[in-house]
């Protein structure tokens, strides 16, 4: 199913959660240094694609790549230390006393590298800093804010200078100044050629590094084209048009998960 230069890929892709059909028949293809919105209502299904598009959820049917390589495969397939991704924010740090620079660190491992190498501290503290974190590296994330512990996960996916970002929410409550340093973080990626897909409720300050904007609804992708064709504003498409449903089930947080 494979498109020449598509580093992420879903094809005819349903995913199905519990009782429920969550991803209906969800095609998509990103290649290499695109920037990638995906935008919907509440329970529409993002959290879900890019989780499975990354092998935290099984493809019901379908089929998903992730560097040509089936993610929720044997992990050896995929070259993981090339990806980042920042979860959604739960609110929560899975109670572990962690360090912020302890969370960032656990970004650098992965299954071929189980110990961090040695300029890994300062790659961890530079991490921090692109958030605005450093001066808290030795601090627990425990006492930190919601938006501080989002912002150590996305820092978590940066330091591994990942050629493939993926945020999710990634600016759901942060301040004014934290959004535009992300922004300037993702303008860095987009100049060294990086691939970046982030869900959003609005574009905010990453509007003008958007280059595509796919939108779900109901967990089908009713629009997927660049930003300036879409005849309206992108950043309003969640203007929940449907009765909100109940609360997205909260999922655990991925801070032990090491790639
Ligand atoms: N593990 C699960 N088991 C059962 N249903 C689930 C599970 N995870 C998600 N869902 C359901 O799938 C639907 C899509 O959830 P998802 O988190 O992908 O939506 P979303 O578009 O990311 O929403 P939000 O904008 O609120 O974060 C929701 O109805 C949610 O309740």
Redesign the pocket.
Known sequence: MSSASAILEARELDVV??S?R?LHGVDLSVTAGETVAVL?S???????LVKTLIGLHPATSGGVRLYGADPAGPSRAVPWQKVGYAP?RTGATTGVPATALEVVASGLLHRRRLRPGRDARARCLAALAQVGLADRAHESVQVFSGGQQQRVLIARALVREPDLLILD?PLSGMDRASMDALAATVAALQRRGATVVV?L?ELGPLAGLITRTVV?HGGRIVHDAPPSSRGTDPGVVDAHPHPE?PA??P?APDLQRQW
């Open positions: 959660l519990g429920a969550v919907g509440n329970g529409s299904g993002k959290s879900t959604q929410e869900v409720h779900l449903p997205a089930v999922t």
